[in-house]
């Protein structure tokens, strides 16, 4: 029985702001976690708050103060702490701005531009990471060519990839361009929407994700990145 001082190990981990809690549990099963100076592999061993809990021999400490930072993500930048290739991570754009440590809430790929949530907030990171949750999410494609009324119609009555079906939540374009297309989808598969108009011929020649959970790229510039209000912080937590 988990009493009110205890807490399940990958929770304390993601409360530490370095992962989410899926991740947090995969650190522990790897044995990258020691409890007391002990390793251990079971993610969901109850820890104290008087427990010394440790990270490859570093010591991990719950987070008092909570971070929310919205970032405008550009292309040719890798959504993670960092990479062994060199390349600009999202973090070297956040670099010493945020004293906190905080670590990104799913992935955009190395092209995608748009939106990103990076918190140390654990509970909320794994819950909007969630499939179950149908997170909503809102891209911009601009294709090498115009979308046909035929392929539209397809996308917006949901097809079969490899990997099972697909489903979008709408489909539209913005404006007068044919080649320019919005669509909005929850599914968390892997590059989704690049897939989906590469199953049809198209290619993405830029893809932006312009709203997340509700968030939109006003006033937020390219590169930038900015604190969520209190409000957005609570109209996050209402969509979980």
Not at 162 to 189: L, S
Request: proline letters at 4%; one cysteine or more.
């Amino acid at each position: 029985m988990e009493n009110s001082e205890e807490i399940r190990l990958n929770k304390y981990i993601a409360h530490c702001g370095i992962t989410s809690r899926r991740k947090a549990a995969e650190l522990v099963k790897n044995g990258d976690i020691s409890v007391n100076d002990v390793c251990v592999t079971d993610p969901f061993i109850l820890v104290k708050p008087e427990d010394i809990v440790c990270y490859k021999g570093k010591l991990l400490k719950q987070q008092k103060n909570l971070v929310y930072v919205l970032m405008n993500k550009p292309k040719d930048t890798i959504t993670s702490l960092s990479d062994e290739k060199g390349r600009r991570t999202v973090m070297d754009i956040i670099d010493k701005k945020v004293k906190e440590r905080i670590y990104p809430v799913g992935r955009l790929d190395y092209k995608t531009t748009g939106l990103l949530l990076l918190t140390n907030d654990g509970d909320l990171a794994t819950k909007l990471a969630h499939p179950s949750h149908k997170i909503p999410k809102i891209y911009q494609a601009k294709l090498d060519k115009d979308l046909s009324p035929k392929d539209l119609d397809t996308i917006r009555k949901g097809f079969e990839l490899e990997d099972g079906p697909v489903e979008v939540d709408w489909i539209q374009f913005p404006g007068e361009d044919k080649n320019v297309v919005n669509v909005e989808i929850h599914m968390g598969k892997n590059r989704i929407v690049r897939r989906i108009f590469e199953h049809f011929g198209y290619e993405i020649l830029t893809l932006d994700r312009i709203y997340y959970a509700g968030l939109t790229k006003k006033d937020l510039p390219r590169s930038w990145f900015r604190h969520l209000t209190e409000k957005e912080v609570i109209m996050l937590k209402h969509f979980i």
